[in-house]
């Protein structure tokens, strides 16, 4: 793993490697081929910060998922959440009946995928599962907690491998904690 990375103001240290995140990837898959065996999930993924992971997780499947993918804004400063969001690039297939699987990359206070998830409720699929590659357990507040979870972590902010600081740092390899 590289050493520490400077973006804009702030200092991060690495957290976890790239090994480190691709051998779980590699177990989550594993759980999530188990589950869906002989079926066709929709598999949803929510822009912009699970791009990385999505296409990591699902070349680890062997179902034969179909892939969206869906943008939602919250509103807050860019290191902590806010609870208001809003759905900006909606869904173009119909869910009624489906198999749904939502892919984050990080859930926190869960108000973001909380709120999609209430919305698509509404349209009657036959399951929803949460896969979130991070989840800080310390920091959740909302109603739907991740069915799959690649790491539990504490409530450190954190960047790399599709999140982003200030809209940087998503291309990293690994993941950096911020250095206090
Ligand atoms: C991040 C992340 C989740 C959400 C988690 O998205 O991808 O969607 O925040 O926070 P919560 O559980 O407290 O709601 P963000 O809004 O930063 O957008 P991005 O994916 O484009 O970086």
Same mark, same amino acid.
């Given at each position: 793993?590289?050493?520490?990375?400077?973006?804009?103001?702030?200092?991060?240290?690495? @957290?976890?490697?790239?090994?480190?995140?691709?051998? *779980? &990837?590699?177990?989550?898959?594993?759980?999530?081929? *188990?589950?869906?065996?002989?079926?066709?999930?929709?598999?949803i993924?929510v822009?912009?910060?699970?791009?990385?992971?999505?296409?990591?997780?699902? *070349?680890?499947?062997?179902?034969?998922?179909? &892939?969206?993918f869906i943008r939602i804004?919250?509103?807050?400063?860019?290191?902590? %959440?806010?609870?208001?969001?809003?759905?900006?690039l909606g869904l173009?297939?119909? $869910?009624?009946?489906?198999?749904?699987?939502?892919?984050?990359?990080?859930?926190?206070?869960?108000?973001?995928?909380?709120?999609?998830?209430?919305?698509?409720?509404?349209?009657?699929?036959?399951?929803?599962?949460?896969?979130?590659?991070?989840?800080?357990?310390?920091?959740?507040?909302? %109603?739907?907690?991740?069915?799959?979870?690649?790491?539990?972590?504490?409530?450190?902010?954190? $960047?790399? @491998?599709?999140?982003?600081?200030?809209?940087?740092? *998503?291309?990293?390899?690994?993941?950096?904690?911020?250095?206090?």
């Amino acid at each position: 793993m590289e050493g520490i990375v400077k973006i804009k103001d702030k200092e991060f240290v690495p @957290y976890i490697s790239e090994i480190d995140i691709q051998k *779980r &990837i590699v177990e989550v898959a594993a759980e999530v081929n *188990r589950d869906y065996h002989g079926k066709s999930p929709l598999m949803i993924v929510v822009l912009n910060g699970a791009f990385m992971f999505a296409a990591d997780l699902v *070349r680890n499947l062997h179902i034969e998922p179909e &892939i969206q993918f869906i943008r939602i804004s919250t509103y807050g400063n860019s290191m902590s %959440s806010s609870k208001d969001a809003q759905l900006l690039l909606g869904l173009e297939v119909d $869910v009624e009946g489906r198999d749904i699987i939502l892919i984050e990359d990080i859930v926190e206070t869960g108000y973001t995928v909380g709120y999609f998830i209430d919305e698509v409720q509404k349209l009657a699929p036959s399951s929803i599962k949460l896969v979130s590659l991070l989840y800080k357990p310390e920091k959740f507040k909302g %109603s739907y907690p991740p069915d799959y979870i690649g790491f539990e972590i504490p409530g450190a902010f954190v $960047v790399g @491998y599709g999140l982003d600081y200030a809209q940087q740092g *998503r291309e990293l390899r690994s993941i950096y904690q911020l250095k206090e």
